[in-house]
């Protein structure tokens, strides 16, 4: 079981929008796939169907040896969810001191080949075990001007966790989505990250697509949306890359 983190502590860049669909076309590829929704705004949890949960992730991380009665079955075939409920913004709290509480989670939920868990957008202690449990993560940046702003904080973060908790912690690559090729400034900034960042960054790059934008509320997964959609294609091509890097590790 491979565990994959989708980190950012900037909101609104397509951590959500990349769990959902990566996740999604991970399933359709063959994989048993768990997503765990980490934020407790709960927007995967909605974009799969499952508003107003009760319980999820966080009566799980209270009691880890319960945590398979609250995972539910998606839509996609494969695919599998660990529900964010409202309660979770509480949880900083509790997992302050306690890192290693989604690990007790997950490896109390066998069976999946891949977990890919949404991280909320902040540096707090959710996704410090976010961090703490995954073997790899992706960071998804938006293609705008302040692309790069803030990434120094989530780089001493991982660096950090990985010195302190979580030695084998790396970075599968960075995803830019949002990509609007009409512009010289996506097109600059596709430059900026792809020269700071090297082969980290997937050759896949996802377009800002309006098809992406209206799927959650039809609680469907791009690929069962809009399967044409230039954005279904960008997220099936992102998947492929991601199990080419999955199988290095
Ligand atoms: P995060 O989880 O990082 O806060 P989201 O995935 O929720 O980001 O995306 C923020 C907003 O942008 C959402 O309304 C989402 O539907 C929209 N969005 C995300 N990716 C795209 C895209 N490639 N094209 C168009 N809209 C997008
Ligand atoms: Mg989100």
Redesign the pocket.
């Known amino acids: 079981m491979k565990i994959l983190g989708i980190v ?1 502590q ?9 769990a959902i669909n990566l996740s999604a076309y991970l399933a359709a590829g063959g994989r048993r796939v768990l997503l765990v929704d980490m ?1 407790a705004q709960g ?1 995967a949890s909605s974009g799969l169907g499952q508003r107003g949960v009760q319980q999820g992730l966080y009566q799980a991380l209270l009691d880890p040896a319960s945590a398979a009665s609250f995972v539910v079955e998606t839509g996609t075939p494969g695919l599998s969810l660990l529900p964010a409920t409202p309660d979770l913004a509480g949880a900083g709290v509790e997992l302050a001191d306690d890192t290693g509480a989604l690990r007790a989670v997950l490896d109390a939920l066998p069976g999946y080949d891949l977990v890919v868990i ?1 991280a909320p ?1 902040s540096l707090g202690p959710l996704t410090i075990n976010v961090l703490a449990a995954a073997d790899a993560l992706i960071i ?1 940046l938006q293609a705008e001007y302040y692309a790069l702003e803030g990434l120094a904080g989530l780089t001493d973060t991982v660096e950090r966790v990985r010195q302190a908790l979580n030695p084998g912690l790396r970075i599968l690559g960075v995803a830019l ?2 990509f609007d090729g009409r512009t010289n400034l996506a097109q600059e900034v596709e430059q900026n990250v792809r020269g700071h960042f090297g082969e980290l960054v997937f050759w896949s790059v ?5 098809r ?2 209206e799927a ?1 509320s039809y609680a469907k997964p791009i690929g069962a949306f809009a399967p044409m959609s230039a ?1 279904a294609a960008a997220y099936k091509r992102l998947s492929e890359e991601v199990m080419q890097r999955v199988e290095k590790i």
């Open positions: 950012n900037k909101g609104g860049v397509g951590k959500t929008t990349t934020d927007n949404d957008p998804p989505t949002m996802i377009p800002r697509n309006v992406l934008s959650p954005g």
